[in-house]
């Protein structure tokens, strides 16, 4: 019930492709879903984040796809670039506490 | 742009010693958190604070575990008596409220011998 489940475990993307990393989760108490991107050796950064009353939310190139009756989220990255290969983390949170729950994360490559 | 900075950026120490981690949250925030991440897993949630009391804490946040707010600037993570497997990355993060957008340090890798 506590889990967020993310796939794929790694993604190569040729540049200007657009990779897609999905997550689910189940417990229907979670009201805010962040995405991190994570580079080697640094903290996570919070890239763009979703609240369950809409559907899509787009920033730049990056966008959250939020599907709730099949409790499923998906970050896309349009018009991918070599410096964007990083790990990216979904999360949840409950509308509850104060603890955020981690995605597994997934490697992503982005080939010239 | 303001940072969270965490010190030191890497740590070794012996099984069985104590090891505090540091952290610098943002100035304004109020909420401070720390997470691991074993190396190749996911980031887990170790405890919250708030208001000089921890508000949330997980399972792995057992008693050989601490946290402070010695002065108005700093935010440690005490291991009393480490184990091997307390070797990870350790972030800090703080907020400017309950449920926003946490802020991570740069991480503190521990290595236990």
């Known amino acids: 019930q506590q889990q967020v489940k993310q796939s794929p475990q790694s993604l190569i993307v040729q540049k200007g492709g657009i990779p897609i990393i999905n997550c689910a989760y189940e417990n229907t108490a979670f009201d805010y879903f962040p995405w991190y991107q994570q580079f080697p050796g640094k903290g996570p950064a919070l890239l763009i984040a979703i609240r369950p009353d809409v559907s899509e939310k787009k920033e730049g190139r990056f966008t959250i796809s939020f599907n709730k009756s099949a409790k499923q989220f998906s970050l896309h990255i349009m018009d991918s670039q070599p410096g964007d290969s990083a790990t990216y983390f979904c999360?949840?949170?409950?509308?509850?506490?104060?603890?955020?729950?981690w995605g597994a994360g997934t490697k992503l490559i982005i080939k010239p | 742009e303001p940072e969270v900075t965490q010190t030191p950026s890497h740590q070794v120490t012996q099984m069985g010693q104590e090891v505090i981690l540091r952290c610098v949250p943002i100035?304004?925030?109020?909420?401070f958190y720390w997470y691991r991440q074993i190396l190749g897993q996911k980031v887990e949630f170790l405890v919250s604070f708030y208001n000089n009391e921890i508000s949330e804490k997980s399972e792995i946040f057992d008693d050989q575990f601490s946290v402070e707010r010695p002065d108005g600037s700093n935010f440690t993570l005490k291991i009393r008596s480490t184990k091997l497997e307390d070797s990870a990355m350790y972030f800090c993060?703080?907020?400017?409220?309950?449920?926003?957008?946490?802020?991570f340090g740069p991480g503190t890798r521990l290595t236990v011998l």
């Open positions: 100035s304004n925030h109020l909420y």
């Open positions: 999360a949840a949170i409950r509308n509850s506490n104060y603890q955020l729950i």
């Open positions: 993060a703080s907020s400017d409220g309950a449920r926003n957008e946490q802020f």
